[in-house]
Structures are given as structure tokens and as C-alpha cells.
């Protein structure tokens, strides 16, 4: 047992404990005195003193128990080294495709095995999914530091809404707003083809706070800071999930199909709108990734100048990366727009942009698996903690603090081709 092993243990399960214990350890009570702070129940407080013991060994003990499986040296017969790889399309598609089929499976039968705030809240980490593996392609594939994303989401948002008031439906609109938002992208990616680092992430924050300032003030348009209601829901080939059919419209579904009208069926048919939406999200971007454009934003984000010595024209790549990242955007504002029924401005602030970001950063830069992770994290962990309304920030800021020191590559980083050199024996 090392001294490093034992720092490492220390420092996770600290870690650990003060990240859980706010969700675990603490119960936060209103009084006629104020906010009130007291140990949470036995109970909980015992899974949080479980939860820290299993940090504290298994990084303790981790090297002891996973480091006798590797192979030594120039030894192939002693012993095997233990690994874990998820299938891919390239090296494995029989169980790719598998894979894929289990899991799209599992959540096609979840929601129905579960309540209905459950549905909803996944419905909300799936956006976020959404809008993370967007700015991931930004940020995380070209390199591209964006704090404007947000302003992307809301063109997209905005574009439903004023298009449903015209009697277009959810899949008409949704094209539409998602063009609408890579246009806006491109527009963007002009004036910010000379910019990298601090400048370009300024630029951005200042095109997400310009889209915030226009839709709060073209009032004739978008209604100001009172926003737009009433927004249509989207329908199953013309089916309403409502009661009672709408004016002029075809029949419910519930009547179609002659079952019991319940609530929760719409939530659930958006969930799996959502998971749809998600689904096609990363076909698109993986089939980028293995064509040259892909291939492209890696070589941007490693190194502009080495990119334009090879023969690849940066202009082009920025002005894609952002493009195809805003149209994601606007998919999963339209969708946004559609399950809410009501957008503001103040539904599209720079602590959303900040929100998606942190989704890029913990789950780990171009990791796409590591994106799904976070978004899911930075979305139940709020719900978890809302009776600490108050300090839900501050858990969220020290959350990434202590993410930036522990693992700044993010929770599952992206697997990067590499060579080793090692000198001949």
C-alpha cells in the first residue's frame, strides 16, 4: 500500500462526503428564525457513511486488487490484464448494434414502470442531453470556447412558438427552427473566425446576452418579458393527448384508440419524443465524426496552424463546427418549446449557457458518452437538493471545483488515438 494510494483515497472520499453530504447529511428547516440546518435521518446519514467507506477502499485497495491481472514486461504467459471496452461500430458492430437495441429498449419500457415526475424530469435531462452533445461539438470536438450557446437555444424556442401560432405542427416546425438556429450560428461564426480563447468566448457571451435583450423588447413579436403561451403540443400523426379535441382539430388519442384519457400519457409520449430526438442527435454526430469534417474539428482544437499546413481550411471548420452545434440547439429548443407550452426570455440567461458547459466539461471535452453522464447528474442533482434552494448554487460551484482537481478530464474522457515510445531493450 503506497502513500499515493492512501492521498488519493483521502482525497475521494472527502471529496465524496462533502458532495453527498449536502444531498445526504443535511436537512434544511424553515422556521419562524430563518433557515435552519440539522443532521438528516439515521438512515441517511448511514447510506452517506457507506457510500464514503466504499470510496475510501476501493481507491485504497484499487491498485492491489486490479494491478495483479496485468501482464508484466515481456512476460506473455503471466497472467491477463482486466478490460473493459463497450462495443463500437468499427471494431465490434454485431455487438454494437446489440447494445444499442438493449438500450433503446430499456428506455422505451421505463417510463411505464415508473411515476409520472420521474417521466418528466428525465423528459428535462434529455434536452439537456441534447443541448450538451450540440455544445460538445463546439467546445469539446473543435475547440471552440462558447458562452453564448444559450441564445441558440432560445432562436430555436422562439421559432416553434411563432410558427405553431400559424398552424404548422410540431415536425414541420421543427426543421424549420433547427435551420433557423444554425443560420444564426453562421452568422455568429463570421466575426469570430480571427478570435480564439478568452476573445471568442466574449464575443459569444455578448451574441447570447443580444438574442436575451431583443426578445425582451421586440414586444410586438415575442411578447416581451411576458413571453409566449399557449404554445401547441405535439401531436401523434394528428392525435391529441388532450380530453377534449381542440378546434378544428382531427380526435384525441385516448378516443382513437378507445382507452381511459390519463394524464401521464402525454407526458410519457414526450419523453419518448425526447428519447427520439436524442437518439437521432447522436446518429448525426457520430456519422460526422467518422467523415472528414470530423476529422477536421480534431485537428482544429489540436493545433489551427498544423490544421492549415495540412491542407484544411479553418474558416470552413469553425464556421461548420458552429453551425451544425446551433442547429442542435434549435432541435432542443423547439422540443423545449413544445413540452412546455410557455417560453420567456428569463427561460434562456447565461446561467443556462453556464449549465451546458459544465455538462461538457465534467462529463469530460468530446466525450459523448461522458455528456449523456453529466446532463443526467446536473439534472437529478438539483431535483435532489431543492429543499436547499438557497444554496443550490453553491453546491453546483463547489461540485465543479472539486471536479476541476480531482479529475479534470472529466468523468469519462474521450478515448484519443495515441503512440507510445519506448526505448529497445
Not at 454485431?94 to 418528466?120: E, N, Q
Request: some cysteine; hydrophobic content about 55%; proline content about 4%.
Amino acid at each position: 500500500m503506497s502513500s499515493s494510494a492512501l492521498k488519493n483515497a483521502l482525497i475521494s472520499s472527502i471529496t465524496f462526503l462533502i458532495l453527498a453530504g449536502w444531498m445526504l447529511g443535511v436537512r434544511m428547516e424553515a422556521s419562524s428564525q430563518g433557515i435552519q440546518l440539522s443532521l438528516a435521518s439515521a438512515k441517511s446519514l448511514q447510506w452517506l457513511y457507506i457510500g464514503v467507506a466504499a470510496v475510501f477502499f476501493s481507491q485504497l485497495f484499487h491498485q492491489a486488487i486490479f494491478g495483479r491481472f496485468k501482464k508484466k514486461p515481456g512476460d506473455a504467459s503471466s497472467g491477463f490484464k482486466l478490460s473493459f471496452k463497450l462495443p463500437t461500430m468499427e471494431s465490434n458492430p454485431k455487438g454494437f448494434r446489440l447494445m444499442v437495441s438493449f438500450v433503446l429498449a430499456a428506455l422505451i419500457i421505463w417510463p411505464f414502470l415508473v411515476t409520472r415526475g420521474s417521466v418528466d424530469l428525465a423528459t428535462l435531462a434529455l434536452i439537456y442531453i441534447m443541448l450538451g452533445l450540440g455544445l460538445n461539438v463546439v467546445v469539446g470536438l473543435a475547440g471552440l470556447l462558447d458562452l453564448g450557446y444559450v441564445g441558440f437555444y432560445a432562436v430555436g424556442a422562439y421559432s416553434y412558438a411563432l410558427l405553431s401560432e400559424q398552424g404548422l405542427g410540431f415536425w414541420t416546425c421543427l426543421p424549420i427552427a433547427g435551420g433557423l438556429a444554425a443560420l444564426f450560428g453562421l452568422i455568429l461564426g463570421f466575426p469570430v473566425l480571427r478570435l480564439r480563447g478568452d476573445y471568442l468566448a466574449i464575443v459569444t457571451l455578448g451574441f447570447g446576452e443580444i438574442i436575451r435583450l431583443l426578445l425582451n423588447n421586440l414586444t410586438h413579436l415575442t411578447g416581451g418579458p411576458n413571453g409566449i403561451s399557449g404554445i401547441a403540443k405535439p401531436t401523434f400523426f394528428g392525435l391529441e393527448f388532450n380530453r377534449k379535441v381542440k378546434d378544428g382539430g382531427w380526435d384525441t388519442m385516448h378516443n382513437f384508440f378507445g382507452y381511459d384519457y390519463s394524464s401521464t400519457h402525454k407526458v410519457i409520449f414526450l419523453y419518448l419524443m425526447a428519447v427520439l430526438l436524442v437518439a437521432i442527435t447522436l446518429f448525426v454526430i457520430n456519422r460526422l465524426l467518422r467523415m472528414p469534417i470530423g476529422r477536421a474539428w480534431e485537428a482544429l482544437r489540436e493545433d489551427e496552424i498544423a490544421c492549415r499546413s495540412l491542407g484544411l481550411n479553418p474558416t470552413v471548420i469553425k464556421l461548420s463546427a458552429f453551425t451544425i452545434g446551433a442547429g442542435f440547439a434549435g432541435f432542443a429548443g423547439s422540443f423545449f418549446a413544445a413540452r412546455q407550452g410557455f417560453i420567456s426570455p428569463e427561460s434562456f440567461t447565461f446561467i443556462e449557457s453556464a449549465i451546458i458547459l459544465a455538462i461538457v466539461v465534467l462529463g469530460g471535452m468530446g466525450s459523448q458518452l461522458g455528456v449523456v453522464f453529466a446532463a443526467i447528474i446536473m439534472t437529478v442533482l438539483p431535483e435532489l437538493a431543492r429543499e436547499f434552494n438557497e444554496y443550490r448554487m453553491l453546491m453546483f460551484g463547489l461540485m465543479m471545483v472539486f471536479m476541476m482537481i480531482w479529475r479534470p478530464q472529466g468523468l469519462l474522457p474521450m478515448n484519443r488515438p495515441h503512440l507510445e515510445l519506448k526505448e529497445a531493450s
